[in-house]
């Protein structure tokens, strides 16, 4: 598995590199932007769609006998290899010229997620775990993450794209009431909170409503960070759903219980 590993890894990152060329490419430019919902803005652009069908034809061409999810188009097989991704996650932000939008791509074997990297291209940083390893990677360097030794609610810093993206409004008054206990709160992060958690900087991060490619390829950066990543019901994140990424299982509990 060791040798394997390396050699998704190697290949996750050559994915990373094409889909930052092409993200690249529209990001602060004037491009269309189509909504894909009829009942909220849920936009989609021509740099989420290009990313796609270049991911998806690479790994077709590389792994042919791999099952791949993808926020846009998706190519599911019978196989225990599975790629998740999420061309641009945070849309929004990119539309906006906003920079904390990213590209997640993980790898599962058997419903397990093995591999995960989340790239912030506006901000030439990407952030990867696997096996006992998660790092960094800015201008070059590589870097050791490690989640904040915090364990105290009211010193905590809480992140979350927006409360009124939750799935419904019992999960906002929930996260309301989580709000009031820490020390401070801070919207718009997108997939950016989960790598800044990772990094230390931030103890927790509430989401509801999530799909399972905004939120796999984080799984293996904050645990191997030392964190833990579950869904509000200390359940697995695989299928998405309510989420809280925590440093430490204390912060976790707290969170969880408030949350329910």
């Known amino acids: 598995m060791n040798n394997e590993i390396y050699k998704f890894l190697k290949f996750t990152n050559m994915l990373a590199d094409e889909a930052r060329k092409i993200s690249l490419k529209y990001f602060k430019k004037k491009i269309d932007v189509i909504n894909k919902s009829k009942n909220e803005f849920d936009p989609v652009t021509i740099a989420d769609t290009k990313i796609q069908l270049r991911l998806n034809e690479l790994i077709v061409k590389n792994y042919p006998e791999h099952s791949v999810l993808g926020e846009e188009e998706s190519l599911i097989k019978h196989n225990p290899y599975e790629w998740c991704i ?6 929004k932000s990119f539309i906006q010229g906003v920079p904390l939008w990213g590209t997640l791509i993980s790898l599962s074997k058997r419903g397990n997620i093995i591999l995960g990297v989340a790239d912030i291209p506006a901000l030439n940083e990407r952030y990867v775990g696997y096996k006992n390893n998660a790092y960094k990677i800015v201008n070059g360097k590589k870097t050791k993450l490690k989640v904040s030794k915090n364990k105290k609610i009211s010193k905590s810093i809480l992140n979350t794209t927006s409360p009124y993206l939750f799935a419904n409004k019992n999960d906002q008054k929930s996260f309301e009431k989580l709000g009031k206990r820490v020390r401070s709160i801070r919207l718009g992060g997108d997939c950016y909170s ?8 931030v103890d927790i991060v509430v989401e509801s409503g999530l ?19 579950k869904t509000w ?3 697995s994140i695989f299928t998405g759903g309510k989420i809280i990424a925590c440093n430490n299982k204390e912060l976790f509990k707290i969170c969880s219980k408030i949350l329910n």
């Open 86 to 91: 999420d061309p641009i996650d945070g849309t």
């Open 194 to 201: 989960y790598c800044l958690l990772a990094d230390g900087h």
């Open 211 to 229: 799909n399972p490619w905004d939120i796999r390829a984080l799984e293996p950066i904050i645990i191997n960070a030392g964190g833990i990543l």
């Open 233 to 235: 019901n200390n359940e």
